[in-house]
């Protein structure tokens, strides 16, 4: 049986990216244009990324639970389910979200085009939930002035944190990914000195150096989000972008982050939000909100070319991309960010 072919999770970062959540309106009607665009999307990223070959223009496309549901019926991913608000010192929304689409280039443009072809494409059977244009800004900095993204693990490291593999081998080349979107109080941050700044992060704001583990807090963020189990790092793939509205006053992170079980990033959320141990919280979300927040499944580049417009049954699970037997293995997807399906296929590589 062949293996799956995951989508492009692991594609190099990029300087523009583009975030964007839909919901599915109600009707068996909407429900086959969406199933349309599945099995077609890797034509739609070909024809647009064309354009310019050395842009990188990469999408992923992600279910929520609810869609899967009501999409592709059983089997299911094993750990998929709504995403769980979190309350604490602060507060972890849950926000609706059938469809996520992660569109990546070098090229704002592309980005701007392929968002648009896909619309075109939904028409009237979704409805925009968020939509978030991101930029990279100066050296890979945040908003708040500080790199974002310095622990991300490379090559098959990024692989082996993202990608699922035989603990779920119907979904064998799947991801999991959860995004949330942070509003930053500008003001009050600007007005805490550099060193209080730097306590709050975890590392120097000039150098992303970590801070040695004698000066930082226990509360620091980068300590709230690593994860240990069993004496391993349970590593996770952020592709954060920083996004802003200045006339509106707003300024933001965009988070995304992939991995293949969705615990791992749940509990890096539950130790910033309530604390490790409770009480314990990150500080950074004294000055940073979040508004939104959904939890979405990332299956193969093989499942979604196999998908028809037709309601997926239970019988027919074994003959598309969501394989049963316990012998399947992720490919990697060609190094160019493409889907790496269909008749423009690349080799099977990794960057």
């Known amino acids: 049986m062949p293996s799956a072919v995951p989508q492009p999770v692991v594609a190099q970062l990029t300087r523009a990216a583009i975030f964007l959540v839909v919901t599915i309106k ?35 496309m992600a279910f929520g639970s609810e869609a899967w549901d009501r999409l592709f019926g059983e089997p299911k991913p094993k750990e998929l389910h709504p995403f769980r608000e979190i309350h604490g010192r602060h507060h972890a929304v849950a926000t609706p979200g059938d469809i996520l689409f992660h569109i990546r280039s070098t090229r704002t443009d592309l980005c701007f085009e ?3 072809q896909i619309m ?38 990024a692989i082996d944190a993202t990608i699922i593999g035989q603990e779920d081998a119907a979904f064998a080349g799947g991801s999991y990914v959860i995004v949330q979107k942070y509003l930053h109080d500008m003001k009050r941050w600007n007005e805490l000195p550099i060193e209080a700044q730097e306590k709050i992060i975890g590392r120097t704001k000039l150098s992303d150096v970590e801070l040695d583990d004698a000066v930082k807090p226990t509360s620091a963020h ?16 952020r592709d954060n972008m920083p996004f802003g509205d200045v006339g509106k006053g707003e300024f933001g992170t965009y988070f995304i982050g992939y ?51 037709a309601a997926a049954s239970p019988a027919d699970s074994s003959a598309d991309g969501r394989k049963t037997d316990d012998t399947s293995q ?22």
């Open 26 to 60: 109600p009707g068996p009607e909407c429900d086959g244009v969406v199933r349309n665009l599945c099995a077609d999307l890797a034509a739609l990223l070909r024809a647009v990324g064309f354009r310019d070959l050395e842009s990188r223009l990469s999408c992923v």
């Open 114 to 116: 392929l968002a648009t």
């Open 120 to 157: 075109s494409r939904l028409g009237d059977a979704v409805s925009t939930a968020d939509e978030v244009h991101g930029f990279n800004y100066f050296d890979d900095r945040d908003l708040i002035g500080f790199v974002d993204g310095t622990e991300n693990p490379v090559e098959q490291a």
């Open 222 to 237: 980068n300590a709230l989000t690593t994860i240990v189990e069993n004496g391993e790092q349970l590593e996770i793939l």
């Open 259 to 309: 991995a293949r079980s969705p615990r791992r990033i749940e509990q890096m959320l539950v130790n910033m939000f309530v604390g490790r141990p409770p009480g314990n919280y990150d500080r950074l979300l004294d000055f940073s909100r979040a508004v939104t927040g959904t939890l979405f499944f990332v299956p193969s580049a093989t499942f979604l070319e196999d998908v028809t417009s």
């Open 330 to 351: 992720a490919k990697m997807p060609p190094p160019d960010g493409s889907l790496g399906i269909g008749s423009l296929k690349g080799e099977i590589g990794h960057e």
